[in-house]
């Protein structure tokens, strides 16, 4: 019972970011047009939007949850957070509140692409997270944040049904500094919360 309450904010939070995700992916960033004064060959209105500025989100949350819980438990709510935003889906489809999956939410491909990369970012967040946390205390959150994002953008960007062309590198390029900023950026929430999210015996780490 003790573990289930404790699951119950970390895996709510989770379910918030990437439903804040989704619902923002067809809102375009007009000011990141001029990324096609760096590289012409870039096209951001095609992918870069609102929903890949807020995704690093997850990642401060499994942070902070790996800081309180450790290891073991934020992958159970990782895990639990995606089995309830799929029990969701599978609901709304079924009682009609969703037309379709592929027309509403996306196409199986691609969703599939989204799932599988997502997890493969938080894996590579919550392990590293574990492994480096302790003295000094940035270091853990930032670069499991910057590695968790960056896995997650190589995953997605390579999948084999995206045409890997020219703008690929720049794409990946892109993306990467967008996990770093948020990554540098998130220290300080983490900073002022650092009292608040305090470790639990025997989870260790600064």
Known sequence: MTTIVRLILPVLALCGALVLCFYLRDIPVPELDRLREVDPLLDPSSWLNWG??????????????????GAALTLTASLLAWLLLAGGIFWAVREGFIAGFEQEIAPY?????????????????????????GIPWWKAPFLAAFAGGAAFAIVFNTRPAMVWDE?????????????????????????MLRRTIRPLPGFGGA
């Not at 491909?109 to 946390?133: E, K």
């Not at 690929?168 to 770093?180: D, N, P």
């Open 167 to 191: 703008e690929l590198g720049g794409r990946l390029a892109v993306e990467a500094a967008i996990h770093f900023t948020w990554a540098l950026v998130q220290l300080l929430p983490t900073l």
């Open 52 to 69: 890949l500025l807020v995704l690093p989100l997850v990642f401060f949350v499994l942070n902070l949850t790996s800081r309180r819980y």
């Open 109 to 133: 491909a691609l969703a599939a692409s989204f799932v599988g990369a997502m997890a493969v970012g938080q894996l590579v967040n919550i392990l590293l997270f574990d492994r480096l946390r």
